[in-house]
């Protein structure tokens, strides 16, 4: 995945003697300084500093005070009273992202020479640096405010003329380049040309007049672009689609899921007051190590489609109305009744969580119906982190029998033309006109049941709109194509009268068949892990945040690269 | 160094004129071969080809190079705008470097530099850079130390290098340029 | 009392009747020290070299022996590459340019000489553009090296192959950094490395083990290999051997470039004697002994110099400017450097204002820009100073100028943080009173009084 990954020793079990700060303890060999005061609780601040880049050691904030042990005659350190080397204390500051540690070394991370090479860095940063931060996307979360504030002076000595750059670039389609904040840190650079293999970024001029920027006529575009906005320590680079929209510190943060894909990279979902603002990548080294592409990234604005469905909608002459979910659910199984078990096709589409498609299994179970597949969606693969599989839970669907990878659901329609298949049972939101089946064949059915968030050309047809909840609305696990089990939590509540799935799932089926066995998420799962192999013994609180893997992946994800 | 480009935009800079011979990019293949580590390498010397032919170097220029190189066009603008021997428009067909670092600033090269700016009749026009004459005939610039501190002032005029340049002397030096 | 050279590198320089083509140099006994070196072999160089303590000649001073023996070529897999530094561009500095353009075998026949004792099969000589002649007149030396036999593949049939090109550099001083140089060399902006891990012994030159030497110090290869390791020690002092390349400019009746051995001759006699002494009847007033970035030394400064006394101890002796020995421990002692052998002399008409402002817009414009405090600091001091310069300096401008030099020295990537801060921190200290008079007086007749240095 990564050329780089500074924060993972050679060998973790090969350990030597440091004393950070007067407290010697042991860390692996070569570990950078920076790494290792983060391992002992220490915080060394650093800008250009990133582990999963190249080192350059540009920004001179992690220098520290480095000592090595004092040697004697015979080349052998001297040892003091606590039988520890004897420390001598170099003048020079240090780096501490450069510096891998040895045997004996001592290491000052709050040293009054610290303390000034820290205030140095963070003068000389703010010299040129505009005052933007009353109208900056990175308040809140810039590095420069925060280490302002712990190792910078409150006031300035600076009374000439700042350096004036670019401001307001139109960088690329989704990022927005302000020159004048960048510290030069070369992030976006370094993670441009190493991770993405896209060497479309570059500083021109020199000295303090030095700008980043690209080409001219060439657009910063790749699918991986907006990682730069993260890896930004300021808000130089920033999110078009984030742009003056909400303030960091009012932001809810949820660990969640991208679903817009089969990769399933970990995210955390920024949210006020029920609204999805941003998504940004959360650490997963097993899936997407820090990062995830532009278009998953910005893919959650159909939450607030002006197509959401918000109330039930029952079908009369004709036409859709809106009704209550009592009578969404009666007249749903009333329909169903009137339909045998063997006359009826389900979509259990691979969006819904492994939760929600357990109880369905049940459910049809109950009824009888067999005949269940589920929806396949093409992607843009890449060799990164995109799937060609764009559904975020097809293994799950599988694993749960209610998958055959979409072939059933390919003779549906001609099924449906020829009377076999007299109703159809919808979720996932899944427009199955769009996937092939005809609109006049859908008008033929006797009963046509629809569950999904979005109206769309199929939902249009249904007699029944049963409004569903998107995956930032609901709580639930997937299993990414690579045979991860991974966990989102609900972050934002469903719009209008839209439910979750799975209790409207257990509603229907308590309606039709009377079985009302499963009430929550756990017994969901003591269920499923009596049932499902690869499910057995895991509860959800064992899948934690960072999922588990339940299957051996074939395709190793740590060689992942994109292809140049 | 011009004016710095801001990307997202289509580059201000003028195309250059004329058309790449095969002499030239002969030429160009020979300098390639200098390096037979890294093709990379050769960037700089390319550089100084096509600016000596096309008298500087625009979009046609990087963009030439870097297919050459197989490099990013950006890769290959980072290094004009980085080294000032470089310039992204015409210049003079007589072009003026005065060294303006100190052992020729105390021999007096502030005149110099005046003397000349006021016979080519330049003015300051905002632009990073040399000063360029209307007519295109003369260009002035400072540079740094020239390395001939004991001669100073030193200048070049175009690639000829001379020492001791007082005001007589620039007088002279423009009187000479045909 | 005149003094006279120690013409070793310079022994052609400016002679009558030379000329810098193959067959003049020939006729001089040129190339002669390759055959010998060719059959001493390697390693009995670098020991020559060893013994004769040579330092580096481009500003550093670091021992030549020392640097060579971080490469060992029989334990080395990947290829060793040699780069001569001619990117001569410390202010002040005038004397490669002189080799270059005079007498450009020399230079070729030691860096050959050179490259064969550390097992280089490839080597660049990287000259700064400007020397818009030099980089033709070495192609063209390399030429007839070539075809004399003494370059390309199988040298003088020893089994040994050697080719060497010239690269130009385009305008940055920065280049002159070994790695910065490396960098350039590479076909990038000219970066220096952070070192460690970027040492040029073990990722150099394409991440191979490099060599970086300046063009002096090559030349004096050659001789080393001729008259050997222990006679060379014996010209100079100890530690500090051979001879050295001064160049004189500034305020002096007699600017250029002499070569002089080691501390055999006084800061004082050099100006005094040897260039003709402060012209139009003025006085010394400071003097940078070893290029810009070299700590300034004021008139009548007396310095506490240690040295070894007839017994061998070490002893404090105090030391008049005029009597500071030209040599790299002495004007350590004083609290400066040899650097570059780059003498510029300032009398007592110049306002130091002005210098120090000329010369920190030197740095702020060579700033490669890469780390924070060189980027942002630099041009910060640029920036006071000629405000200063202009007549609207502030009362807290010293203090805070020192405040400023003082958090970029030791805290950048590559020395230039030093070379750009130590103007500051020597001139600010040393004439201090002169800085506040010049404050205290703001106003555009503070500007008028003095000639502007600064463009």
């Known amino acids: 995945m990564n050329p780089w990954n500074h924060d993972v020793a050679k060998d973790e079990k090969d350990l030597i003697d440091v004393q950070v700060d007067g407290v010697w303890m042991q860390m692996p060999r070569g570990l950078n300084v920076v790494e290792v005061a983060h391992r002992s609780k220490k915080f060394i601040p650093h800008y250009c500093y990133h582990p999963k880049l190249s080192v350059v050691g540009n920004c001179r904030m992690c220098l520290f005070e480095m000592g090595t042990p004092k040697m004697g005659p015979d080349r052998k350190p001297i040892l003091g009273p606590d039988g520890k080397p004897e420390i001598a204390w170099m003048p020079r500051p240090q780096i501490g992202c450069a510096t891998g540690i040895t045997p004996g070394m001592g290491i000052r991370t709050d040293s009054a020479l610290v303390k000034d090479c820290r205030n140095g860095v963070m003068e000389f940063l703010l010299i040129n640096h505009p005052l933007d931060c009353t109208i900056c996307d990175q308040a809140g979360e810039c590095k420069l405010q925060e280490f302002s504030v712990e190792y910078g002076t409150g006031e300035s000595r600076f009374v000439e003329q700042k350096v004036r750059k670019p401001k307001n670039v139109d960088l690329g389609e989704r990022i927005v380049l302000d020159d004048e904040r960048c510290i030069l840190c070369s992030r976006c650079i370094r993670f441009s040309s190493e991770v993405v293999k896209d060497d479309v970024l570059g500083f021109v001029n020199r000295g303090s007049h030095s700008t980043l920027t690209a080409y001219p006529g060439k657009r910063f575009d790749n699918a991986y672009s907006l990682n730069t906005v993260d890896l930004c320590p300021v808000g130089a680079l920033t999110s078009k689609d984030f742009r003056f929209q909400m303030r960091v510190w009012f932001l809810k943060e949820t660990k969640g899921l991208c679903t817009s894909c089969g990769t399933g990279c970990n995210i955390t979902l920024g949210s006020r007051e029920g609204k999805v603002h941003r998504l940004t990548p959360r650490e997963n080294e097993s899936v997407n190590s820090q990062w995830m592409c532009d278009y998953g990234r910005l893919n959650f604005h159909y939450l607030d489609s002006k197509d959401r469905l918000h109330r039930p909608l029952l079908r009369a002459a004709g036409e859709q109305f809106p009704g209550t979910w009592g009578d969404a659910i009666q007249r749903s199984a009333e329909a169903l009744k009137k339909v045998n078990p063997e006359e009826l096709a389900v979509v259990a589409s691979a969006r819904l969580t492994n939760e929600e498609l357990f109880v369905l299994s049940r459910f049809l179970r109950e009824l009888g119906v067999t005949r269940v597949d589920m929806v396949p969606h093409q992607g843009q693969g890449d060799s990164f982190l995109r799937s060609g599989d764009a559904n975020p839970n097809s293994r799950g669907a599988e694993l749960l029998g209610l998958s055959s990878g979409g072939r059933k659901f390919g003779t549906w329609g001609a099924e449906i033309a020829s009377g076999k298949i007299r109703g159809l049972l919808i979720f996932g939101g899944e427009d199955v006109v769009a996937a092939g089946i005809p609109a006049s064949a859908l008008q033929s059915l006797d009963v046509l049941l629809f569950s999904g968030i979005l109206a769309n050309g199929t939902s249009r047809l249904a007699h029944v709109v049963l409004p569903a909840a998107a995956t930032a609305e609901k709580t639930g696990s997937m299993v990414n194509v690579h045979g991860r089990l991974q966990r989102m939590t609900r972050a934002v509540p469903a719009p209008g009268e839209a439910r979750e799935d799975w209790t409207i799932i257990r509603d229907l089926r308590e309606a039709c068949t009377g079985g009302n066995s499963l009430h929550s998420v756990e017994d969901v799962w003591k269920a499923m892990g009596a049932e499902v192999t690869q499910f057995a013994g895991l509860s959800w609180a064992k899948i934690g945040d960072l999922g588990v893997q339940i299957e051996n992946d074939l395709g190793a994800i740590h060689e992942k690269s994109v292809k140049a | 160094m011009s004016t710095p480009l801001q990307a997202g935009m289509e580059s201000t800079v003028k195309p250059e004129s004329g058309e790449v011979t095969p002499a030239m990019e002969a030429k160009a293949d020979d300098l390639v071969s200098r390096y037979p580590v890294s093709k990379r390498s050769a960037v700089l010397p390319l550089l100084h080809l096509w600016q000596e032919t096309f008298g500087y170097i625009g979009p046609r220029g990087v963009e030439w190079i870097a297919k050459k190189l197989s490099l990013q066009e950006i890769q290959v603008l980072e290094l004009v705008t980085f080294y000032p021997w470089f310039r992204q428009r015409p210049y003079g067909k007589f072009h003026f470097r005065v060294c303006r670092t100190l052992p020729c600033a105390l021999g007096g090269s502030g005149k110099t530099f005046a003397t000349l700016q006021k016979l080519m009749n330049l003015k300051s026009d905002g632009h990073e850079g040399a000063m360029v004459s209307e007519d295109g005939r003369f260009s002035l610039e400072y540079s740094e130390c020239l390395a001939s501190c004991g001669t100073a002032p030193v200048i070049l005029r175009n690639d000829e290098f001379h020492q001791a340049v007082d005001e007589k002397r620039a007088t002279e030096l423009v009187a000479g340029c045909k | ?455």
């Open chain 3, 1 to 455: 009392m005149a003094f006279t050279e120690h013409r070793l590198i310079f022994k052609h320089i400016d002679a009558p009747g030379y000329t810098r083509d193959i067959t003049c140099y020939q006729k001089h006994g040129g190339y002669e020290m390759l055959k010998k070196g060719l059959t001493m072999g390697g390693p009995a160089i670098r020991e020559e070299v060893k013994k004769s303590q040579l330092r580096g000649r481009g500003g550093a001073g670091f021992p030549t022996g020392t640097k060579w023996s971080f490469i060992d070529p029989t334990k080395v897999t990947k290829p060793i590459y040699l780069i001569c530094n001619a990117d001569e561009s410390e202010p002040g500095t005038f004397k490669d340019r002189q080799i270059i353009y005079k007498d450009p075998h020399q230079l070729i026949e030691g860096m050959i000489l050179s490259c064969f004792a550390n097992g280089v099969k490839l080597a660049y000589l990287y000259i700064r553009c400007e020397f818009t002649e030099g980089w033709k007149i070495l192609e063209n030396a390399i030429e007839e090296a070539k075809a004399a036999g003494f370059l390309g593949k199988n040298i003088l049939k020893s089994g040994y192959d050697l080719e060497i090109y010239v690269h130009r550099g385009a305008g940055a001083y920065i280049c002159g950094e070994e790695t910065g140089l490396i960098e350039s060399l590479e076909g990038k902006r000219a970066y220096p490395r952070i070192k460690p891990p970027y040492f040029p012994a073990v990722l150099g030159l394409y991440m191979c083990p490099t060599i970086v030497n300046n063009v002096e110090t090559l030349c004096n290869v050659k001789h080393i290999v001729e008259m050997g390791g222990d006679a060379y020690a014996k010209i100079g002092r100890p530690n500090n051997t051979g001879t050295r390349l001064l160049c004189v400019s500034g305020d002096v009746v007699k600017p250029g470039y002499y070569e002089f051995p080691c501390g055999a001759i006084t800061l004082g006699q050099l100006i005094y004697n040897v260039c003709g002494g402060i012209p139009n009847g003025r006085r010394l007033k400071a003097v940078i002994p070893g290029g810009s970035s070299a700590k300034v030394l004021r008139a009548g400064e007396v310095y506490k110099i240690k040295e070894k006394d007839s017994q061998g101890n070490m002893v404090d002796r105090d030391v008049k400017l005029d009597d500071l020995r030209m040599d790299f421990d002495s004007l350590a002692g004083a609290g400066s450097m040899a650097g570059s052998g780059g003498v510029i002399v300032m009398d007592d008409s110049r306002d130091m204002a002005e210098c120090l402002a000329n010369i920190s817009t030197f740095y702020a414009h060579e700033s490669c820009g890469q780390c924070t405090p060189c980027r942002e600091g630099v041009l910060w001091l640029k920036k006071i100073l000629s405000r200063i310069a202009d007549g609207q300096g502030r009362d807290n401008d010293p203090d805070l100028l020192k405040d400023v030099a003082d958090r970029i020295a030791g805290r950048t990537i590559c020395a230039f943080g030093e070379a750009a801060a130590w103007p500051v921190q020597s001139f600010l200290g040393k004439f201090k009173e002169e800085f506040q008079i010049r404050i205290r007086r703001n106003g555009a007749a503070a500007k008028r009084d003095t000639v502007s240095l600064t463009h």
